[in-house]
Nanobody
Framework: QVQLVEFGGGLVQAGASLRLSCAAS????????MAWFRQAPGKEREFVGL????????SYADSVKGRFSISRDNAKNTAYLQIDSLKPEDTAVYYC???????????????????WGQGTQVTVSS
């Protein structure tokens, strides 16, 4: 059974930093692109960033470039999302997702991701 579990969310002040973790089990982690998405109240889920299976390439939404950074540790089956200079508009539930490298290339499309975590809430106060 595949499980993705996110950790690290919380309530922080604007300008702070957070590091979210996504622990994976039940899948060949190193064979999956890992992505982060977020969903704010009343809004659709949106792409934040992704990292390819070997960690050789990452890609980010324009709205978070320069403040968000994704990394992974394949030995620990864990992906990370480092968020710096948090803004109130970053408030959302953050989800990690996994997509097999054998089911097409890395993508920002939520429909292409096979596995999802339950999400972790990030709330940024002004």
């Amino acid at each position: 059974q595949v499980q993705l579990v996110e950790f690290g969310g919380g309530l922080v002040q604007a300008g702070a930093s957070l590091r979210l973790s996504c622990a994976a089990s039940g899948l060949a982690f190193s064979m999956h692109t890992m992505a982060w998405f977020r969903q704010a109240p009343g809004k659709e889920r949106e792409f934040v960033g992704l990292i390819t299976w070997a960690g050789g390439r990452s890609s980010y939404a324009d709205s978070v470039k320069g403040r968000f950074s994704i990394s992974r540790d394949n030995a620990k089956n864990t992906a990370y999302l480092q968020i710096d200079s948090l803004k109130p508009e970053d408030t959302a539930v953050y989800y990690c997702a996994a997509k097999s490298r054998y089911s097409g290339g890395p993508t920002r499309d939520t429909r292409e991701y096979n596995y999802w975590g339950q999400g972790t809430q990030v709330t940024v106060s002004s």
